[in-house]
C-alpha cells in the first residue's frame, strides 16, 4: 500500500486516511521501511491502530526509521515523526523489560507485544512488534 500508484504497490490509499481498504485480521506481516517517520504526529496513534486491525492475532509488524533526531531524520524535509525505542512503549502494555508500561495507559491504544529492538541513535531504528488480543492487556491498564 503506498499513496502513489508506483511499480510492485496493489493498493493506492493514504495511510492517514482511515479506514485502511483492508478487512480485519487479513494481513500477516506489515513492513513500515520508512514510513512512520512521515506520518503527522496527530495521526500516529490512528495508524498503529489500523495496523493492529489489519493484522491477524499474533501477526507482527516490522517497523524500520531513521532514529529519533539522527542526522538521517532531520535531513529530509517530509519527516514530521521522530522515534525512538521508547516511542513503541505507548503501544505495548508490558514494557520491554515484563514489568507494566506506564506509557501505554496514557492513551491505552490497541495492543502490541515487544519483539525486538535494535538502533543507532546516529542512524537507524528497527523493531518489531507483534499484535496481542486487547482482552490480554492488563487490568489496570484497560481502557474503560
Not at 4 to 22: K, N, Q, S, T
Not at 59 to 68: D, K, V
Request: net charge negative; charged share 20%.
Amino acid at each position: 500500500m503506498d499513496s502513489r500508484a508506483l511499480v510492485g504497490v496493489d493498493i493506492v490509499h493514504d495511510l492517514e486516511d482511515f479506514p485502511w481498504p483492508l478487512a480485519d485480521q487479513s494481513v500477516v506481516t506489515v513492513r513500515a521501511h520508512h514510513v512512520l517517520e512521515h506520518v503527522l504526529p496527530r495521526k500516529f496513534i490512528g495508524v498503529m491502530d489500523e495496523m493492529h486491525r489489519v493484522l491477524v492475532l499474533g501477526g507482527e509488524a516490522w517497523i524500520s526509521t531513521p532514529y529519533g533526531l539522527s542526522h538521517g531524520f532531520v535531513q529530509d524535509p517530509t519527516h514530521t515523526k521522530p522515534v525512538n525505542e521508547d516511542t513503541f512503549a505507548y503501544f505495548t502494555p508490558t514494557a520491554r523489560v515484563g514489568v507494566l508500561s506506564g506509557l501505554y495507559a496514557i492513551y491505552r491504544p490497541r495492543p502490541w507485544a515487544w519483539v525486538s529492538c535494535a538502533y543507532e541513535p546516529n542512524a537507524n531504528l528497527d523493531v518489531v512488534l507483534r499484535t496481542i488480543d486487547p482482552a490480554d492487556v492488563p487490568k489496570e491498564l484497560r481502557a474503560e
